[in-house]
């Protein structure tokens, strides 16, 4: 008996504990259980504060700490420098200074966790405080603690090392750009081949650490304030006090310059991105070779005699070096195109210097065949389109503005058929349709031929050096079979029959009149049998190419 009345028990249990489920089930459903327990994955997020509230968070974090740290920087900065007289020496100023820096630096390393953007702030700050006071040793004192220059310098390097170490053990892109203003400044202050070294060096530190991490706002930041630094100090350093003038005495700056702009060439080739191309990798090319090219002109006369020649001819052979590499180590078509352009450029101003007009138009020239070919190489389209402007544009200039000269003439019309035929015989390397450029280059040949001729020999060889260019084409026309030598020959048999009777006929002797008008007679009618029996052997299935 007892048994069924605890089963019976059992079950009323079960069954009020059901009935709880479902009535809790019920009011879950409906949302109005305060007991119920809040799911944290969905909950409504509370609401965000307003935007005067945004706003006065961003300016108390952000702005007022770096700001306090700047004020509080040239505060001591300036206690250091000022004249206390006995009350206060120098030496004691510094020591004061060296104690702050340090304070800021054991505070951000005590904030590195709980106030990581202040912490930051702070080791800038104390970094740069601490060269400050290393600085102020020797330098800008009357009577500086350290008598040597070159100690002033080199306990220096030191500090310039540990803002490098910084920025690599927080992994702070702003702490590395620091160091290298600490690394422009020392070489500003230096004086002869210290002052670009250290320059150079920081420069290519900044470099080797930026790229690994991808610190691309460093790298160009870096290239352009080494820049600027390698310029203030070929002008002297004007920003220190001294006077504005060239630099004329700076030994091994073509060196100095080559190696800053392979450094930075080259990491880029290695930490670039798999892309084609990015903005970052644009700009640092275009900012490197733009340097190398301006330095190298302003420098040219400090170190070599023959001086801008030489030194342009070397940083044409860097860019286009580091443009073969970008194109053999990364088939990165942009860079490659850029930096061989530069390398063009320096060449064609190395090539004015060298030789002077009217003579440098010739070696221009035959530079337009060389940057073909490395173009086809590239597989630049580029390059190519940027070459026939230039070299329609050098020979506009040489026509209007040279006297006429039958070598320089003639080597352009050499180049002109020479660049169509290494186009026409590459042109599967390229992908861009080079048909209407082998046009404008054997236009320009056709032009330039007889003005050269006509300018070059003697009045009465001209219509009869004008024949044998005709013939020059004809033969070309049957060599390559292309119709396009065909019309230039045509054209120029009819410029000279309109030269002829124009001008032949009026001014030669007797006999060259005889002479030309026979010569220009029988050309004509050899070449209209040409096309007649050409015709005659199409119409009868043969193959015969006029």
Not at 96 to 102: I, R
Not at 175 to 197: D, K, Q, R, S
Not at 368 to 380: G, K, Q
Request: with cysteine; glycine share 8%.
């Amino acid at each position: 008996m007892e048994t069924n009345n605890d089963m019976q028990s059992t079950l009323r249990s079960l069954h009020e504990m059901v009935e709880r489920m479902d009535q809790r089930l019920q009011r879950l459903e409906s949302g109005s259980d305060p007991g119920a327990a809040v799911d944290e994955s969905v909950a409504i997020p509370p609401a965000a504060p307003g935007r005067e509230g945004g706003l006065e968070f961003e300016i108390g974090e952000r702005w007022l700490g770096p700001v306090g740290i700047v004020v509080l920087l040239v505060g001591i900065t300036i206690f250091a420098s000022y004249p206390f007289g006995d009350a206060f020496p120098p030496g004691a100023q510094i020591l004061v200074s060296y104690l702050a820096a340090f304070g800021m630096l054991a505070v951000a390393r005590g904030w590195r966790t709980s106030f990581v953007f202040t912490a930051h702030i702070l080791l800038a700050g104390g970094v740069m405080l601490l060269y400050l006071s290393t600085l102020r040793l020797h330098f800008f004192q009357a009577d500086p603690l350290i008598a040597s220059a070159t100690v002033g310098l080199a306990i220096q390097l030191p500090v310039i090392a540990v803002g490098f170490y910084a920025a690599v053990r927080r992994n702070v892109e702003h702490l590395a750009i620091l160091a290298l203003l600490m690394g422009l400044i020392t070489g500003l202050c230096a004086e002869g081949i210290f002052g670009p070294t250290a320059i150079v060096l920081t420069a290519a530190a900044l470099a080797l650490i930026s790229g690994p991490r991808q610190w691309w706002v460093a790298m160009i930041v870096g290239l352009a304030l080494s820049s600027a630094g390698l310029l203030l100090w070929l002008l002297n350093a004007p920003v220190l006090g001294r006077p504005l003038q060239l630099v004329t005495e700076a030994p091994y700056i073509v060196v100095h310059l080559i190696v800053l702009f392979a450094v930075f060439g080259a990491v880029a080739l290695k930490w670039a991105h798999e892309e084609l191309w990015t903005p970052s990798t644009f700009l640092l090319a275009l900012g490197n070779g733009g340097a190398l090219l301006v330095f190298s002109l302003l420098a040219g006369d400090t170190q070599f005699e023959n001086g801008v020649a030489s030194t342009l001819t070397a940083a044409a052979a860097a860019c286009l070096v580091l443009a073969a590499l970008y194109w053999i180590g990364g088939q990165r078509p942009l860079e490659t195109a850029i930096y061989a352009c530069f390398g063009y450029v320096a060449l064609s101003v190395a090539i004015i210097a060298q030789f002077g007009s009217p003579y440098c138009f010739a070696w221009l020239g035959w530079q337009s065949l060389l940057v073909i070919s490395t173009a086809i190489w590239f597989r630049s389209k580029i390059i190519v389109v940027c070459n026939m402007l230039v070299y329609l544009g050098v020979l506009f200039v040489y026509l209007v503005m040279n006297p006429p000269d039958l070598a320089t003439n003639l080597s352009y019309a050499a180049v002109a058929l020479l660049s169509a035929r290494v186009m026409k015989w590459q042109q599967e390397r390229l992908t861009l349709q080079t048909d209407m450029m082998r046009t404008l280059y054997l236009a320009s040949a056709f032009v330039i031929v007889p003005y050269g001729l006509y300018h070059g020999v003697p009045a009465s060889y001209v219509s009869l050096s004008w024949v044998a260019a005709a013939g020059f084409y004809f033969a070309l026309s049957l060599t390559l079979q292309n119709q396009k030598y065909r019309w230039m020959a045509i054209l120029t048999m009819l410029l000279t029959v309109v030269y002829v009777f124009a001008i032949d006929l009026g001014r030669l002797s007797p006999v060259f009149r005889i002479v030309s008008l026979l010569v220009l007679g029988v050309a004509l009618l050899a070449v209209s049998l040409m096309y007649s029996r050409h015709r005659r052997a199409n119409t009868h299935g043969g193959d015969v190419q006029p």
